[in-house]
């Protein structure tokens, strides 16, 4: 019935509007027309009653059905509403109040967001400054200086407080600080731009570096710092009251890539100051500044000039063992040798034996095996003594990396080659601590003898053989797990043929055995 009686009242409505005054003029005294209704079979024809016309001759106008009863007044409504344009053009005025509220919490907002240091134009005495202000509860400040990326710093009970460090240098710098705040929401509350000068800053007085002593050999105190092996390293000295030293490392030889990370050490109200370092072994230099700070850590004074030391960063030494002794060859005796039939010997080459006695624990290595005579083996015990003629002297022996080892009984032993029969010198010494740079003890006696070569068709037994586990690269020396290096020009007349031998050891000595 709904849509039947939307068309009914349509046309009606049509008309009404299209005549305008005229209804409005005439009198509203008509019948109403009975309801529309809507059946199975069609619409019902609706049955109008008489017209009610106006007394006067003027002719009367064609009455149209009048809507249902249940909606007159939206006809009347429709038929009015033309007859006001201008009340309904008028814009409308909700939005006003909103704009206002915004505009009252801007201005709120800017009330609470205040900077109240630096002040414009500011001249600071150091390289930095404290940014301080209020802000409303749960923005955020965002800080930034000139050539600076800046800060993003929280608002605590409605306010904020920031060390700011600015370039430190020699001629008086302007400089910009900026602060921005933003809203809880995100919205940008405003921002404030100061501009202070920081005054040319002093050049601070160089400390002095009383330990290590330059040219100084240092034993460091062992460390374990990644794969490299290094030691601790005391450093100490003088410099103004208050100021901070900065340290530098910088490895001579070997050259290693290496830093120092450390915060810098303050030197104390007595004017000294203390601090530690560790690298690896080697040669280094050291190197300190020093520059003045305030509370905030903002520099006063410019560093001053890099002083320097260069000390050799030594591995401990352990303490000497006694001189070993050689009882076998004996001084002056005649050594027949045996052969030495393992790969790569030479047709004359003639193995012997080496005993002693010694302190257990230490190695034994032995120096010489020189054929014209002991004259530069006592030059090289004399060396090893402190008693060299210069640097470049003495050079410690070395072990190698499978020494010979005094036994718990303090006696040693171990099978030489020499490259043919001849006399010779040499002499043992006992090593202890580090492998690679060990301590030395004294010399043993100088034992000369003459090495011989069995007699043509004499049967001879052999012993095993140590392979040599040092440097191949050391030339003539022994084979056994030591080294021997001469001094100077002094030329070893041996040739030195077990540097290569370390794979057939295990062969060889079954072999021999």
Not at 137 to 153: K, R
Not at 361 to 377: D, H, K, N, T, V
């Amino acid at each position: 019935m709904k849509n039947t009686l939307s068309a009914a009242v349509a046309l009606p409505t049509v008309v009404a509007i299209a005549l305008g005054g005229l209804l409005m003029a005439a009198p509203a005294a008509s019948a109403a027309p009975a309801p529309v209704e809507q059946s199975e079979g069609g619409a019902v024809p609706v049955e109008e009653t008489a017209p009610v016309t106006s007394p006067t001759p003027t002719p009367t106008p064609t009455p149209e059905p009048e809507p249902a009863a249940d909606q007159p007044e939206a006809v009347v409504d429709e038929a009015e509403a033309p007859a006001a344009p201008e009340d309904a053009a008028a814009p409308a005025p909700a939005p006003a109040p909103a704009v206002d509220e915004m505009s009252a919490d801007a201005v709120e907002a800017q009330a609470a967001f205040e900077v109240a240091s630096p002040v414009e134009g500011q001249v600071l005495s150091s390289a930095g400054v404290r940014v301080v202000g209020t802000a409303p509860a749960g923005s955020q400040v965002e800080i930034s200086s000139t050539g600076d990326t800046g800060v993003v710093v929280p608002v605590v009970d409605g306010a904020f407080d920031e060390p700011v460090s600015l370039p430190a240098q020699a001629t008086a710098a302007s400089n910009v600080i900026t602060v921005r705040v933003v809203g809880a929401d995100g919205a940008d509350l405003g921002t404030v731009q100061r501009t202070v000068v920081v005054a040319g800053l002093p050049t601070s007085a160089a400390p002095v570096i009383s330990t290590p002593v330059d040219g100084s050999a240092v034993e460091g105190v062992p460390f374990e710092s990644g794969d490299l092996e290094t030691r601790v390293v005391d450093l100490g000295g003088t410099g103004t009251p208050g100021a901070s030293i900065e340290v530098g490392l910088d490895a001579v030889d070997p050259v290693v890539a290496w830093g120092y990370g450390y915060d810098p050490v303050v030197v104390g109200a007595d004017g000294t100051w203390a601090d530690w370092v560790f690298m690896p072994y080697g040669t280094w230099r050291i190197s300190v500044s020093q520059s003045a700070q305030d509370a905030d850590g903002f520099a006063t004074a410019l560093s001053s000039r890099a002083v320097s030391v260069v000390v050799d960063v030594l591995r401990p030494r352990a303490a000497a063992a006694a001189a070993p002794v050689v009882t076998s060859p004996g001084q002056g005796s005649t050594v027949v040798g045996r052969p030495d039939r393992s790969q790569g010997a030479g047709a004359s080459s003639l193995e012997f034996t080496i005993t002693g006695t010694g302190t257990p624990g230490s190695a034994i290595a032995i120096y010489g095996y020189f054929e014209e005579g002991r004259a530069p083996i006592d030059r090289y015990a004399a060396a090893a003594r402190g008693e060299g003629d210069g640097e470049g002297d003495f050079e410690p022996l070395v072990a190698g990396t499978d020494p010979v080892v005094v036994a718990a009984d303090g006696t040693w032993s171990f099978t030489q080659t020499l490259a043919r029969p001849g006399t010779y010198s040499f002499a043992a010494f006992a090593l202890t601590g580090d492998r690679y740079f060990p301590t030395m003890s004294a010399p043993s006696e100088v034992v000369t003898f003459t090495l011989a070569a069995p007699a043509a068709g004499t049967a001879t037994a052999t012993t095993a053989s140590l392979a040599f586990t040092g440097d191949d690269g050391v030339g003539s020396a022994l084979a056994g797990g030591v080294l021997a290096i001469g001094l100077g020009a002094a030329a070893l007349t041996v040739v030195r043929r077990r540097a290569r031998r370390v794979s057939d050891a295990a062969a060889g000595s079954a072999r021999r055995a």
